[in-house]
């Protein structure tokens, strides 16, 4: 963070005349309360109060934009729209933001205002929800009533007191010891999104594209070894091999051996919840043995990672061991590689800079801001801030 570091008590204009910072945009004419007003508009999504725009205006004035960006973290807005709208997508299917509040949601604007470490948010035991007595219903693992109230009342999910950290381990009717959470991957609306129907591939699909910023498109490799490829894939589709070698393969030998991990997982539709069965897999891993019988049998959760080889060695794994039990493990892998902080970073830049990375100064940035992200406790809201302080101008 120095080229930030740099920038505190020296005058923007100043700053900026001296090309002290090679990196920032060109702000054109903006000046201090135009850019304060672009940073409070991007973050929380409605402008400032007059006090609010002339404090960050002072912040920025000072030669400390990251300052301005946590003034305008501070209004309750940025948690219950902004961030709410920033998180839904990743809690369904259609990656729709018209979505209610849930478990998983809370849970990462929770993490977010509380600045936990985000790395966690695969791995912890840890669920976000209303406080007693905040609304009239309290948390259900059978529904989501308890979140659709805080939204409808408006709660005010920036107050500590209001939304909660809870172990999910502990809450009221959890199948769950400490050690098979995975963060938002076990609430139950991840359950209810991922883990019903198919296989529960779906979760590592989706962990993927919401965490590695990766869809299987992306994953695609052929040079991985098949032996861990379930009974269900053919290995000659439409009577052709050549098809399961130089296509399915490319998918399901990494995604088969890390979707593992949740073979004791299930969605319960008549129950409405996710059902855990410890040292019991889920028939749905099981389905369609004799389209190839040879295939891999899941007898535990084991998971290996066999992309920490070849073209996908390049999402910087940083795991301990590329292999475990459960989910748990899953998500400290995921969320230990270097993907996982460019795709925080990656994300949090299109929704305040309004664009994907496009140049080469923003693909630089985000590398210097994934690296702050890394040195700084895994703060999302310095992703936040820095993101804002750069995009500023533009």
Sequence with gaps: MDWLRNLRGVPLVATLALGLIGAWPDIGYAGPREQAKRIHDRIVGVPP?????????????GGDPIAAAYTAMSNPIFYTSSLKNFATPWTNVPETVFADLNDYTATVIGMIRDDVPFDQVLSADMVYVGAAGVVGTGYSQTDNIHYQQLEQTRADLSNPA???????????????????????ITTRAAGEAFFSAGTNRRMWRFTAKNFLCRDMEQLNDITRPADRIRQDIGRSPGGDSRIFHNTCVGCHSGMDPLAGAFAYFEWDAMAGRVVFTRGSVAAKNLINANTFPGGYVTIDDNWVNMWRAGPNSSIGWRGPAGTGNGPKSLGIEVASSRAFSECQVTKVFRRVCLHAPESVSDAAMVQTIANDFEAGNRSMKLVFAETAAYCMGN
């Design 49 to 61: 109060s007059a006090a609010v725009l002339t404090s960050m205006e002072a912040s920025i004035t």
């Design 162 to 184: 209001v939304l909660v950290q809870r172990m999910q381990s502990t809450l009221p009717g959890s199948q769950l010891a400490a050690g098979d959470t995975a963060g938002v």
